[in-house]
């Protein structure tokens, strides 16, 4: 079975100092109450390092927001999956609709970064969805097929399991905008049933397909009531303490 996992995606934001008062909170709080869900903070490369030492020993997992697929070599101001575990990391996200819109990684790119990934023995939070000109044409579902098929190009079916899909509909992400749980669980059923046909139903069942666009205290209960809705990519409400443990402890 799918298990749950809920990121925090601090993007561009919090110096390290704001970082580890965060993170204090945070692991208080969860130390108080657990969760039955993996908990994942995406920090800047900067405070990487300082929040390892923090989560030491906690419940609370580290996420770099990119990788660049190379092996360690001239790459002026890159960091290698390498460096990400070295450095604490678990998971990378890999693949946000940021990074494609403006940095222009394409499908192969990603492709490249989830296997160096996986290489380096990191848990890619692979990220797919459409822009709103694609939804308002129909063809989410055409988008979602081709960025999910070429992005996981020869991974095999015995590491598809490390790998965690979070469907973030382009035209929800930081407007105040949210799909419905409706839209969501549509999205995430097909995004199952196309890890079906390509790994069998047993590797997609374990897989965990997580939600990310504008998700916030007020929404994540409707959200998570829904079957195929194993997690979510937060935004900005992960940047406040209050407003993530909120989501945090939904249920």
């Known amino acids: 079975m799918a298990g749950t996992i809920i990121v925090a995606n601090w993007k561009m934001h919090k110096t390290t100092g704001q970082a580890i008062e965060f993170a204090r909170g945070l692991k208080d709080a969860l130390f108080k109450k657990p969760v039955a869900a993996a908990i994942v903070v995406a920090p800047p490369f900067t405070s990487i390092g300082a929040l390892a030492a923090e989560f030491n020993g906690s419940n609370i997992f580290l996420a770099a927001q990119n990788m660049y697929p190379a092996s360690p070599g001239a790459f002026t101001g890159e960091i290698s999956g390498e460096m990400l575990v070295d450095a604490g990391c678990q998971y990378c996200i890999v693949g946000h609709s940021e990074r494609r819109r403006l940095f222009g990684e394409d499908n192969?790119?990603?492709?490249?970064?989830?296997?160096?990934?996986?290489?380096?023995?990191?848990?890619?939070?692979?990220?797919?969805?459409?822009?709103?000109?694609?939804?308002?044409?129909?063809?989410?579902?055409?988008?979602?097929?081709?960025?999910?098929?070429?992005?996981?190009?020869?991974?095999?079916?015995?590491?598809?399991?490390?790998?965690?899909?979070?469907?973030e509909p382009v035209w929800a992400i930081g407007t105040g905008k949210t799909a419905t749980p409706g839209q969501v669980q549509e999205a995430h059923l097909f995004i199952r049933n196309l890890l079906n046909e390509v790994y069998g139903e047993k590797e997609a069942a374990s897989i965990s397909i997580i939600y990310g666009g504008s998700v916030t205290a007020a929404n994540?209960?409707?959200?998570?009531?829904?079957?195929?809705?194993?997690g979510v990519l937060v935004g900005s409400a992960s940047l406040d303490l209050a407003s993530f443990l909120a989501i945090v402890n939904f249920n």
């Open 108 to 167: 192969a790119l990603i492709n490249a970064k989830i296997m160096a990934a996986l290489n380096y023995g990191l848990m890619p939070i692979f990220c797919i969805g459409e822009t709103l000109l694609e939804r308002e044409v129909g063809a989410t579902l055409m988008v979602i097929t081709s960025q999910l098929k070429e992005g996981l190009n020869k991974v095999p079916a015995n590491d598809i399991k490390k790998i965690a899909i979070a469907y």
């Open 220 to 230: 994540i209960g409707s959200l998570m009531s829904q079957q195929e809705i194993n």
